[in-house]
């Protein structure tokens, strides 16, 4: 009996907030037809979309109260209400999802109230009943229970009229992905810009300042040669070392744009140059790809071979391993440099772990280390990490970041790929 009272007790109060929300639902319907004269009249175009986002609103709160009672989400979808006035309206007019809530506005001024009082009415006689009579006899509760079935009608009445069509289900995922799309495309744009900047700066900084001090020793040297042939050698060797020095700064950038390693070996035996050169202990482990070395031979390959097979077919079979596109590799390695390169700066860590993995659609990468943690995951979390989601979402991947307080830090790609 006391349970059934309890139970009774939360389904008026769910029954109330509905009763509330009916008033509401009211309110909203005068406001709902005196924005539709303005807009008529075109006074108050501009108090369309915001109508629509109070209705919004308003059905939020219904899904959410339904959701809390039923214990299943209730799925929206709109279209977002974003751009200029005439789109913001065009918009709040042919948004599918708005229309189903402008009929579960009107349905909860009839069933929100309507239960609401069933429920009063059923109170007196279940107190009567279920407290005096059946609860001295010991039974069951008899009209307590109807008060919760109430309840349960009233949430799955709201379900059904706010559960958007599959239509326009399809329509706001259509919205949200082109606006996904669209931010991604800024962010690749972006980084293209600092990309390019960067190469910029290091070509002015580096090569180019090298190439001019070797111009210029060279015409000295050239001055020289007849006068003092020995200083003009001296000039020759400085500008050989100089040519030298430019052609090493041309090869880091180069590395930055496209590595070469990546070309020649593939991502996976990048990768583990990558480990090799780190600073740390890196344990690589790779499923379903692997080494494009070429010149390697056959019987120091590791992949497996079955008895009595040729190592020339072991060669064969690796030269012909798919790889991911070139752009995925690309992505895929410098977002393991990036996180191997903070592992090594800031984490404290000795120890990282590299796991790459071939999917039927997509290129895992995952870095993990054993340091202090602590990294943070938005956009304030550094520009390394800034610019790793940039280039892995102009791919439409996505990046997972979990390092709380005192570590570890696993950093989780997926690249979406065709083999």
């Known amino acids: 009996m006391r349970d059934a009272i309890k139970e009774s007790g939360r389904a008026s109060l769910h029954l109330l ?56 989400p209730v799925p929206e979808a709109y279209l977002p209400l974003e751009g200029p006035l005439p789109a913001r309206v065009r918009t709040a007019v042919t948004d599918p999802g708005t229309g189903r809530d402008l009929i579960w506005a009107a349905a909860q001024l009839l069933y929100g109230m309507g239960v609401w009082f069933a429920s009063l009415v059923l109170w007196p006689p ?38 958007p069509t599959p239509a326009a289900a399809r329509a706001a995922a259509l919205a949200a992905r082109v606006e996904e799309l669209t931010a991604t495309r800024a962010g690749a744009i972006a980084a293209h810009g600092a990309e390019l900047r960067r190469i910029e700066r290091d070509l002015h900084d580096g090569t180019q300042a090298r190439l001019v001090a070797l111009s210029m020793r060279i015409g000295l040297a050239k001055r020289a040669y007849d006068s003092d042939p020995v200083a003009a050698r001296k000039l020759l060797d400085d500008a050989q070392t100089q040519a030298e020095e430019a052609l090493a700064e041309l090869r880091h950038v180069v590395r930055g744009i496209h590595p070469p390693i990546l070309t020649d070996r593939g991502l996976t035996g990048a990768v583990r140059a990558l480990a090799a050169s780190s600073g740390l202990e890196v344990e690589v482990s790779v499923t379903g790809l692997t080494d494009h070395t070429p010149g390697d031979r056959p019987e120091k390959l590791d992949a497996p071979r079955t008895p009595g097979e040729r190592p020339e077919h072991v060669d064969a079979a690796r030269a012909t391993a798919p790889r991911a596109p070139a752009a995925v590799e690309a992505a895929a390695y410098f977002v393991i440099a990036e996180a191997l390169t903070n592992a090594a700066k800031h984490s404290g860590a000795i120890r990282a772990s590299v796991a790459l993995t071939r999917e039927p659609t997509a290129l895992r990468a995952r870095v993990a280390d054993e340091g202090r943690g602590g990294a943070e995951a938005g956009e304030s979390g550094g520009s390394g990490l800034v610019g790793m989601r940039r280039r892995v979402a102009a791919l439409d991947g996505t990046v997972r970041l979990t390092s709380p307080e005192g570590g570890p830090t696993v950093i989780e790609v997926e690249l979406p790929c065709v083999w």
């Open 17 to 72: 907030s509905g009763a509330a929300i009916a008033i509401l639902c009211y309110l909203m319907v005068g406001v709902a037809l005196f924005t539709a004269f303005l807009t008529v009249t075109v006074i108050g175009a501009g108090v369309l979309p915001e109508s629509v986002l109070l209705l919004r609103r308003l059905a939020g709160w219904e899904r959410r109260r339904t959701a809390a009672r039923t214990g299943t």
């Open 126 to 163: 279940a107190l009567l009943v279920d407290g005096v009579v059946t609860g001295l006899a010991g039974r069951r509760p008899v009209v307590l229970p109807l008060i919760g079935r109430l309840a349960d009608l009233g949430a799955e009445w709201s379900r059904a009229l706010l559960t």
